[in-house]
């Protein structure tokens, strides 16, 4: 049965740091049992932090980075290069800086690229890229060993917004339009599909997510608040600073 832990920092940089930390060592415990580690990526300031400290360790040098496959958990459906794309952000503050196999550096398409303008047959694209790195025979997505998320304001997690069409969609990804945060227009992984991940790693800081998070771990339900519905398959993990922990529940602070 899958595990939920909550760990809580004392603000905003000692997070990005600690979960700077957990992150090579995920990749490198990954590496030590299967020979190779999948990291699915997230958007956000937060998230930013965490690659900039990644970045920043020269134990980041332990993993190696060519056996290391890198998705999106979502994107901002803009053009390659567009600084609003998370990928665009990743690669500046982690990705160009260590030496990645750009064939297994797998972000979710831009709306010039040659799916096209038009963000359905983006998401098609990602699926069909997702199938494409599964054993053959096997589920249509690959193993993800970690999955990392940032938590909206409103409880999204990647671009699945609450009480938003995105929840019907039983594909594993999704175009999204109507995003109440800009810009409207995104592809996401769907809950269905964040939740094959080994370990889900939701990532908040700020006393403006206090609200959400208390409310996902006191068991709001997915469609309202769709941090409450990603969850691992063997670990879920909160990581949060003390101002995004102010209201989570007293029989969580024991964990602490
Ligand atoms: O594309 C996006 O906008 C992100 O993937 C989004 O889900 C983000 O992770 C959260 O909104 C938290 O972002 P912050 O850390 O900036 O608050």
């Given at each position: 049965m899958s595990e939920t832990s909550v760990a809580v920092h004392a603000d905003a940089d000692l997070l990005a740091q600690a979960v700077a930390a957990r992150l090579l060592v995920k990749l490198l415990d990954a590496q030590a049992d299967r020979g190779q580690a999948a990291v699915v990526l997230t958007g956000g300031r937060i998230a930013a932090a965490v690659y900039r400290a990644v970045a920043a360790?020269?134990?980041?040098?332990?993993?190696?980075?060519?056996?290391v496959d890198v998705w999106w958990?979502?994107?901002?459906?803009?053009?390659?290069?567009?600084?609003?794309?998370n990928e665009t952000q990743a690669r500046a503050a982690l990705l160009d800086v260590v030496p990645l196999d750009p064939a297994r550096v797998h972000p979710m398409p831009a709306?010039?690229?040659?799916?096209?303008?038009d963000p359905e047959a983006a998401a098609a694209g990602y699926a069909a890229e997702l199938a494409r790195a599964t054993?053959?025979?096997?589920?249509?997505l690959p193993h993800f060993d970690v999955l990392m998320l940032g938590v909206g304001e409103?409880?999204?997690v990647a671009s699945v917004f609450?009480?938003?069409?995105?929840?019907?969609?039983?594909?594993p990804v999704s175009a999204v339009r109507?995003?109440?945060?800009?810009?409207p227009v995104r592809t996401t992984l769907t809950l269905p599909a964040i939740n094959t991940a080994e370990e889900v790693w939701l990532v908040a800081s700020g006393a403006d997510k206090a609200r959400a998070v208390g409310m996902a771990l006191a068991g709001a339900g997915p469609v309202q608040l769709p941090a409450a519905g990603a969850q691992g398959v063997g670990r879920t993990l909160w990581l949060l600073d003390r101002a995004a922990a102010a209201n989570i529940p007293p029989r969580l602070r024991s964990l602490r």
């Open positions: 360790l020269p134990a980041r040098d332990a993993v190696d980075w060519s056996q958990g979502d994107e901002r459906f803009l053009p390659a290069g567009d600084p609003e794309r709306s010039d690229g040659p799916a096209g303008a054993r053959p025979g096997h589920a249509t409103d409880g999204h609450p009480e938003h069409p995105v929840h019907h969609d039983s594909r109507g995003s109440p945060k800009p810009p």
